[in-house]
């Protein structure tokens, strides 16, 4: 019997698709030299690197191409590799590595648009706004670190009275304008880039769950209706990994971030609200993203939570917050709402490396994932084909994993969640 097939969240982003291509269900045994669990960025890039290096890869999804966080997120293109800015605690020569991974980041998601010609509504320009001093400052030093470390885009200040020329907001004290970031529509980058894979021979599946990994030297990967034997395995399932590797899932916390759209708001009202067009986000913890969308909708995000588990009443809850930050916004209808879970690290940083020699991961963005994911891709398609050992390099920061069962349940999580918004709040009041 076929099992029910799990379609893309109802989004914005699913509404406006590109192309729609069905990718089957693997329906037999066969074998490659790679295998990669999950069609994310990270697993679709890993894919389409090893693609052009010539490798025979098999891509597998248990729902559809960019069904995960990649297909559902804000759509914020950000240089930085880590949600860290504490980079010194890994000592300097790693500090610089992981700095410049960052640094990178967005030009490598740049070129891959280019390269494939991938129509995904790119804008340029990032501004991260502060909401108090501490925050504030907290840009002032980041700037400063990054020119030092050797910046190649432009980081501009800007205070209380500059910012309402970017941003329509009286919250504000201040932010700082990135011009190597920006924003695209990412399910349609997730299946430009999966599109390019399958053109250069990558054999992608869809509706093909791995139940179980068997590794050795050459690993066993079974599925419903089939298996893959493969030299190489790459899990990239993020905050989806499950039960399919239980060590994997408790080096992240699974946390839900939400997104809603409004209706059109015309040129004139966009123009007002976000004159420069470009992606924003806030400093807090438990924080706002926002952006206008290629038809010029606001797309707002925010509203975490530790369980994992999906909120409810998300328009309502997402438009209050929407409404503190653009109170002129309460005549707009909410024509979407979704929500998708971020896996997230303990030191904020992505984990890659091997569970085997020939086991590769890489997951733990933290909600700053776009950008990073690509870069990933890259280190471990190159560890693969042993070009670059940058997978070595982070394998020597410590991840923390963390004890299975009832400690991270939902209550525990959402105890964790109610210190991050007490943090935020006395940060406020500095
Ligand atoms: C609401 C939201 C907003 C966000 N906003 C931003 C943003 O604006 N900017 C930013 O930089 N980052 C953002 N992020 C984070 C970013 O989207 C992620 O870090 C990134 O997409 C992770 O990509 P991934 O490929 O590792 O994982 P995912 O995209 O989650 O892909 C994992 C895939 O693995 C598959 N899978 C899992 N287990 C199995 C299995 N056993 N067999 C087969 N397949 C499996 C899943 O079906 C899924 O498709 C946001 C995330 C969310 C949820």
Redesign the pocket.
């Given at each position: 019997m076929e099992n029910k097939k799990i379609e893309h969240v109802s989004s914005y982003y699913a509404a406006t698709i590109n192309e729609a291509i069905n990718y089957p269900v693997l329906k037999e045994d066969i074998s490659s030299e790679v295998c990669i669990?999950?069609?994310?960025?990270?697993?679709v890039n890993t894919a389409l690197n090893l693609a052009k290096k010539g490798y025979k890869v098999v891509l597998?999804?248990?729902?559809r191409i960019?069904?995960?966080?990649?297909?559902?997120?804000?759509?914020?293109?950000?240089s930085g590799f880590t949600f860290s800015d504490k980079f010194e605690r890994w000592g300097e020569d790693i500090a610089q590595s992981v700095w410049k991974l960052g640094a990178d980041c967005t030009d490598l998601v740049r070129q891959t648009i280019e390269e494939f010609e991938i129509q995904c509504d790119l804008k340029e320009g990032f501004i991260e706004v502060a909401l108090n001093n501490s925050q504030m400052n907290e840009l002032v030093a980041r700037k400063e670190e990054w020119e030092r470390r050797g910046y190649q885009h432009n980081l501009t200040l800007v205070d209380k009275n500059q910012i309402k020329n970017y941003v329509a907001s009286s919250n504000y004290i201040g932010g700082m304008i990135d011009s190597g970031s920006g924003h695209l529509h990412?399910l349609n980058l997730c299946l430009g880039e999966a599109k390019a894979a399958a053109n250069l021979g990558v054999s992608i599946y869809e509706q093909?769950?791995?139940?179980k990994v068997n590794p050795g030297k050459e690993v066993l990967i079974e599925t419903a209706h089939g298996s893959i034997k493969a030299k190489n395995l790459v899990l990239?399932?993020?905050?989806?990994?499950?039960k399919?590797n239980p060590k994997l899932r408790r080096m992240i916390m699974p946390a839900n971030?939400?997104?809603i759209a409004t209706e059109p708001l015309g040129n004139e009202r966009a123009k007002q609200l976000i004159s420069k067009d470009m992606a924003v986000c806030d400093l807090n913890t438990i924080l706002d993203?926002y952006r206008l969308s290629a038809d010029q909708r606001l797309l707002f995000?925010g509203r975490w939570n530790y369980s994992g588990k999906e909120p409810k009443n998300i328009d309502q809850n997402l438009r209050k917050r929407m409404l503190n930050v653009f109170p002129d916004l309460h005549d707009l209808r909410i024509d979407y709402a979704w929500?998708?879970?971020?896996?997230v690290s303990m030191h904020r940083i992505p984990q890659l490396g091997r569970l085997t020699e020939n086991i590769f991961y890489?997951?733990g963005?933290s909600?700053?994932?776009?950008?990073?994911?690509h870069m990933a891709a890259k280190i471990i398609a190159s560890a693969i084909s042993n070009e670059w050992d940058m997978i070595d390099t982070l394998s020597r920061i410590k991840h923390i994993q963390l004890p299975g069962g009832k400690w991270f349940s939902s209550p525990a999580m959402s105890l964790g969640m109610l210190f991050y918004r007490l943090k935020d709040f006395l940060a406020s009041k500095s």
């Open positions: 669990v999950g069609a994310g960025f990270t697993g597998i999804d248990s729902a960019g069904w995960g966080a990649s297909g559902r997120n804000g759509g914020q293109l950000i990412p093909t769950k791995a139940l990239a399932g993020n905050a989806y990994i499950g399919l971030s939400c997104i993203y995000g929500g998708g879970n971020v896996a890489s997951q963005y909600g700053h994932g776009v950008a990073p994911t």
